[in-house]
């Protein structure tokens, strides 16, 4: 009876394996316990035996491809069996995944066949056509679309893919959140009806905290690295330096490339104010590995990353103390939302000082100036989050003759610079400072290059503000709308009146649609409620589409769920909501 | 448990051994000490022109190595201790470097240094590699080893391993570089001799660690395996997985295309494209038929050119080459 052999699984991890030897060929015979092929993943190399005596019928990959386990690899039977269905069966399974096909015959003609002509020197003479220097979410999605769109692309990143959110930003911050999370259920489940739990003792070991955080960004980097190895992008680790439009120098090699692709993202900005050098200030960055809690902090700066650090600090048990120089937290939600963000958090005991401009730095205190007057709050540590600036590391924007405004590089709506075959994406244009956005720039900029109509469209862009409940948004908020449009229709739904949050336990919140008065057009959509960032996606797609906030209320949302609420608000805009 | 320090520093010869004992002393778990003169040392699916800057290596004359196991490769020096350790195959695991690891990383610990495992099968201090590992599994036996970068020459390394600015495309195992780091440096006073020490601890406790001996038959068996692989430019060379190459550079005042295919470390398809002066020059057409059949080598190439050309057009064309 033949047997079909497959790829093993030979670890609870292992979902793919190279094949890198096959110790027989198709006709060869096999005695049990002899090795048959050689298997490799994460660096270490196996001997797989036959399991009978045989003949090898046939081979389905080559060595050195990588293939899913379980998938099969080869046949082996006796010299006369009949393996046709067998082998259909198997070529269907492989589908999609068949590397080229094993033909020996075609093998042995190749080092015959004509020399492969190299490329015209004169024409396209430069080493890569896509050059793109950092790899955070816009580089590398760039990268990656590059090579998908057939050309040949290098990607210089000099310390992680995945650059500043994946490694310092937003997915370390959220999986922060997500232990705050867990900490917080913990505490309440007695109200669902868990019992001897004694839940007064649970806290977080930052450590522990600190280790998952570490895991998830550590596959997720390896992730995009897989990602730009499997569409064939050349990685180069080290500073790219922009030698000239069409020269970069990385890790002390010199590469020729007909396009550049400027995303080297942005640093943590600083105020210009006296800090003592015995005061603890940290930025994001420090913040993300801390693995003791302080007693107290002023987190200066109330906009997203403040909060959401304030956020997590108070529900560990930090005092904290916000100082915002705007007049509201969060000054780019909508301003009912902040209103009842600033009491959840007043609740939580985060004092908050808005209109707030701050002085001075010393070991003990952070000090400000509110309403003429001096104040100062004490802490034993600052966490400073006052905004990023565009980072121009290699990139010597005046030699080159790129043009900038206030530290950020100007670019059109297909991304393009003051120069002709220089791109940038992401935080270096100071456009919209997130991650989604650099990911969607990256592709227009790609489009353009490759010869398509592509452009972005900055009026779009939700943003996510990850406590619980959620916060997200997409865009005017109210007072932006009738600035623009004069009177606007306004539906608002309160979570209180949604029977998934009250099953859910989390009531806080409502959702804001604001619609223009002429053809009933969605301009922004407002959320504060669980779920929220996760829902948000529905109102970009609908304001995408000028959608009207009668057409959504028409589009059925399923019952019972938090999306009814963001139904219910459109109806509202018509003052037609059913269930307020 | 038996332990056996290699006297040789022959990278050739140890690694023949190793394999030696690999093979043939199925019934004890071995743990092997050994230190190697200053070599290149790449894993067994590699492709060595990839990984090396192979006009540096014949220039320089390090020795390169093709080793039995898998991963990326690694740069050896007098400061680099490597160890071996060869077990049963508990089949239930696979590329659990765990239990390998942990010992090394508590006798770092009795020194007083502080390390963690990293990425699977690193051991760093600080986020900085000290050790890399690889495994290989046969017939119910696991040989493990690693690298303890105790006091290298992490120049030189850096140097060695950087291959020129050519692109290649292969389906061999990839290298992933890491940030390395010497692990004297996080100590106050210590030799490599006293890593080793520690690492029986480790390994044995309190017991003696008992020495293992060959007999002369066995060791002559391990010079001939030395003789008919390890030293060979076929098992170090040829053995990588076929590639190409293609790199454009400049020779005789023109930009030159090159695009090669290597099989088995020998030139199986050359294309050479510059412009019209130069091609009457050098007579790239002749040169692509010519060239199929001889080793990718920097000073093979070089000679062939060398043949028809003054020498320093012999040398700009051949650095298109790598």
Known sequence: MAELIIMPKLGFNMNEGKLVQWYKGEGDSIKKGEPLFSVETDKTNMDIEATDDGVVRKLFINEGDTIPVTLPIAIVGSADEDIASMEADALAQLGADAPAAVDAAAEAEAPKAAAPKAKEPSGSAYDYEIAVIGGGPGGYVAAIKAAQMGKKTVIIEKEHMGGTCLNIGCIPTKALLRSVEALKELKESASFGVIDVDTSKAALDLKKVQERKKNVVSQLVGGVQGLLKGNGVTIENGEGVLKDSHTIEVGGKTITVENVIIATGSDVKNLPIEIDPAAKVLTSKEMLDIEEAPESMVVIGGGVIGIEFAYFLSTIGVKVSVVEFLDRILPMVDEEITIQVTGHLTEMGVDIYTSAKVTEITDKAVKFEKDGKQQEVGAQQVLMAVGRAPRLDGIDTEALGIKTERGAIVTDNTLKTSVDNIYAIGDVNGKAMLAHTASMEGIVAVENICGEKAAMDYNKIPSAIYLQPEIASVGLTEKQAIEKYGKVNVGKFPMLANGKAKVAGEERGLIKVIAEPKYGEIVGVHMYCIHATDMISEAVVAMRLESTAEEVAMSIHPHPTVSEAIHEAMHAVSGRAIHF | ?322
Not at chain 2, 29 to 47: E, P
Not at chain 2, 64 to 75: E, L, P
Not at chain 2, 195 to 219: N, V
Not at chain 2, 257 to 285: F, N, P, R, T, Y
Request: glycine share 8%; charged share 25%.
């Open chain 2, 1 to 322: 448990m038996k332990y056996l320090k290699m006297p040789e520093s022959d990278v050739y010869y140890n690694l023949a051994l190793e394999e030696y004992l690999f093979d043939h002393y199925k019934d004890e778990d071995l743990l092997l000490l050994w230190k190697n003169h200053d070599s290149i040392v790449v894993g067994k699916y590699q492709n060595v022109y990839q990984e090396v800057n192979i006009k540096q290596v014949e220039e320089s004359g390090i020795p390169v190595a093709r080793r039995n196991t898998g991963g990326g490769t690694v740069f050896h020096d007098k400061g680099n201790l490597n160890y071996s350790f060869i077990t049963d195959h508990d089949p239930k695991t696979f590329s659990d470097y765990e239990p390998f690891v942990e010992p090394v990383i508590r006798a770092l610990g009795s020194l007083g240094v502080s390390a963690e495992k990293r990425n699977k099968s690193d051991i760093a201090i600080q986020g900085k590699k000290i050790s890399g590992n690889a495994q290989t599994i046969k017939g119910g036996r696991i040989l493990h080893h690693g690298t303890l970068l105790f006091d290298a020459d992490l120049e030189s390394l850096g140097d060695a391993l950087r291959p020129g600015s050519g692109v290649f495309s292969s389906k061999a195992v990839e290298s992933i570089r890491s940030q390395v780091t010497n692990i004297k440096d996080y100590l106050r006073e210590a030799t490599i001799d006293q890593l080793e020490t520690c690492l029986l601890k480790a390994y044995f406790g309190d017991e003696k660690p008992q020495p293992l001996a060959l007999s002369d038959a066995e060791l002559e068996e391990v010079s001939l395996l030395r003789e008919a692989k390890y030293i060979t430019w076929e098992w170090n060379y040829g053995r990588s997985p076929e590639f190409s190459f293609q790199k454009t550079g400049w020779a005789g005042g023109s930009k030159v295309a090159v695009e090669l295919h290597v099989k088995k470390g020998l030139i199986a398809a050359c294309g050479i494209c510059c412009d019209e002066d130069l091609e009457q020059k050098i007579d790239s057409q002749c040169a692509q038929r010519l060239l199929v059949g001889i080793p990718y080598s920097y000073t093979a190439v070089y000679e062939f050119f060398s043949q028809t050309m003054r020498r320093d057009l012999a040398a700009a064309l051949t650095d298109c080459f790598f």
